[in-house]
């Protein structure tokens, strides 16, 4: 069964994300989890997040570099031309959150496409700061992410399938660059799951996972994740999978797909 990571944007938000007394750190651990990830941890100064780490024995596996106006509705910038030195400067803030937590790997979310933009003006920026980001962090031994997102959430997100991700890496042409693959965001988009992990394993550097329809937890809706699990331990998939998902009632109660498919913690 595949070491699971608690995303910590979207599960335990029953309680708050630091707190003198109870946090969700201290509930992921409580619930058995050795690793967390997070999308934004820039809220709270990094050596903060990393005494909740060690004090709970976790590891964070992933964060996201600065995506411009979150609660704005932007979903990332990097696409954006007019947007090229507030990239630069989160990617230099990220890596200095990675190096304080111990993230070995950061996603950059590309963004949404303006109405009307020209779609190779937005790939050349896409592809220059992929360039710039994968350099800098690999100067610090990290590995960069790019994230498929599913246009019926985001409508107008710039990157949206597997093999765009694929083929603007191509053109990236950096070693320490790969796919994060969300199997909630390629079910909705192109399915053939398995297949595409298999075809592209060597080049998928994080799995997150969550169920179509909703969002939930594995077992709420279409995807056979029993399955999918068991296919990622047979092509060899040692990474984390990321538990990026709404839980439907409360994460506690959500849980039980961890008994039900055969593994009793996280």
Same mark, same amino acid.
């Given at each position: 069964?595949? $070491? ?22 201290? *509930?992921?651990? #409580?619930?058995?989890f050795?690793a ?12 903060d ?7 709970? @024995?976790?590891?964070?596996? %992933?964060?996201?570099?600065p995506?411009? @106006? =979150? ?13 090229? @030195? ?6 230099? $803030? *990220? ?6 937590l111990?993230?070995?790997? !950061?996603?950059? !979310? ?7 933009? @020209?779609?190779?003006? %937005? ?25 498929p ?19 603007? !890496? ?14 909630? +965001?390629?079910? /909705? ?16 550097g ?24 068991? +296919? ?5 998939? /040692?990474? =984390? ?6 839980? #439907?009632?409360?994460? *506690?109660?959500?849980?039980? =797909? ?9």
């Amino acid at each position: 069964m595949p $070491r699971f990571s608690a995303n910590l944007s979207m599960l335990f938000t029953e309680v708050p994300m630091l707190d003198p007394t109870l946090d969700r750190y201290a *509930a992921a651990a #409580a619930a058995g989890f050795r690793a967390v990830e997070v999308q934004f941890p820039y809220d709270h100064p990094a050596v903060d997040v990393r005494a909740r780490l060690e004090a709970h @024995d976790l590891s964070m596996v %992933l964060h996201n570099l600065p995506a411009g @106006d =979150w609660a704005g509705g932007e979903r990332g910038i990097a696409c954006l031309p007019d947007r090229v @030195d507030e990239f630069r400067e989160g990617v230099e $803030r *990220a890596i200095g959150y990675a190096r304080t937590l111990g993230v070995p790997q !950061l996603n950059c !979310l590309a963004g949404i496409a303006p109405l009307g933009a @020209d779609e190779r003006v %937005l790939r050349a920026t896409l592809v220059g700061n992929l360039r710039y980001a994968a350099a800098e962090l690999g100067k610090s031994g990290l590995g960069l992410l790019i994230e498929p997102i599913n246009t019926f959430d985001v409508p107008g997100f710039f990157v949206s399938r597997t093999a765009q991700a694929l083929d603007i !890496l191509d053109e990236v042409g950096a070693s320490n660059a790969k796919v994060q693959f969300d199997a909630y +965001h390629a079910q /909705r988009m192109e399915g053939e799951l398995c297949g595409t992990l298999s075809r592209h394993l060597d080049r998928i550097g994080h799995v997150q996972i969550a169920d179509n329809p909703g969002r939930h937890e594995p077992g709420t809706g279409e995807i056979n994740h029993a399955f999918l699990f068991q +296919h990622l331990d047979a092509i060899g998939y /040692r990474g =984390w999978v990321g538990c990026e998902y709404k839980p #439907a009632t409360t994460t *506690a109660a959500g849980l039980g =797909w961890m008994t039900t498919l055969g593994r009793l913690t996280p």
